[in-house]
């Protein structure tokens, strides 16, 4: 596909990589996050990559920065959600307020990204949208109630939006990692789960961006609606069998 590509959270980790692929590649990519320095920074490694500040979770400004984008730049033919935050802890240590502004940017800015671009999209019988979920949405691990539950929200939300939006035109693909070697991890380093801390469990062990992106470039090709990257689909089906034994072995 030509035209633009949107990522949200581009400006670091995970988003930073699809980005600089796409640039690598010839594409145009607009990258939308409120990290200044990480904006300067990847735009500034090729000149196809265009930076917009903008908070996902403002619905009104995130729907102007995308007819933005489609009036400077051209049409947005490919969607990839990145945008998150990644905090630790007890839940009921955590502020309410916390709890909640998590869930406000990890699956309230996605719900706006993935709404106002779609809606573009389907009278154009065109697109890809491309959401990351997390086996942290499957299964609940202590001390990452806060971030468990806004990937929960947004498998769920991904999953129903798939099966009502086949033969649409629009290639989608829900991405479910394992815990990745991010600047994400930093956020949750000294009061999260032990595989941020370790690296691994018994089960899960932690992936690199790399990892994760050439497995979304491969299933987007072959046409996977659900993707889980690294050891994500033995941690999803050793939960489904054995949901004790996996919740204790993630705890420890």
């Known amino acids: 596909m030509t035209g633009v590509t949107l990522i949200t959270g ?22 939308v996050d409120l990290n200044e320095d990480g904006l300067s920074e990847v735009s500034g ?4 990559i265009k930076a917009f500040s903008c908070d996902v979770t403002d619905h009104d400004a995130l729907a102007q920065t995308v007819a933005d984008i489609e009036q400077t730049l ?13 905090p630790g802890g007890e839940l009921a240590k955590t502020d309410p307020a916390k709890i909640v502004k998590v869930m406000q940017i990890n699956y ?25 979920g997390s086996t942290a949405g499957i299964v609940p691990i202590d ?3 806060a971030y468990g539950a806004t990937k929960a929200a947004v498998n769920h939300y991904a999953k129903v939006l798939i099966s009502e939006n086949r033969n649409k035109g629009i290639r989608f693909q ?10 994400l991890i930093s956020q949750a380093a000294s009061d999260g789960p032990g ?10 062990q932690m992936v690199t961006p ?42 420890s």
């Not at 051209?74 to 990644?86: D, F, K, Q, R, W």
């Not at 309230?108 to 990351?132: E, H, Q």
């Open 10 to 31: 581009g400006a670091s980790g995970i988003g930073r990589l699809h980005v600089l692929r796409l640039a690598e590649k010839g594409k145009t990519v607009a990258i």
């Open 45 to 48: 490694q090729h000149s196809s």
């Open 74 to 86: 051209g049409e947005i033919e490919s969607l990839i959600v990145c945008a998150a935050i990644m």
């Open 108 to 132: 309230g800015g996605m719900v706006n990204a993935t709404s106002i671009v779609l809606a573009k999209m389907l009278p154009r019988a065109r697109g890809d949208i491309i959401i990351y």
């Open 143 to 145: 001390r990452f109630g």
């Open 174 to 183: 829900l991405v479910c990692p394992p815990a990745v070697d991010t600047p």
């Open 195 to 204: 595989i941020l801390q370790n690296g691994r469990t018994a089960i899960s």
């Open 210 to 251: 790399e990892v994760v992106v050439d497995s979304v470039e491969r299933a987007l090709e072959a046409g996977r609606e659900v993707n889980y990257p690294g050891r994500g689909k033995l941690i999803e089906l050793a939960y489904r069998a054995f949901p004790s034994i996996v919740r204790r072995v993630s705890n």
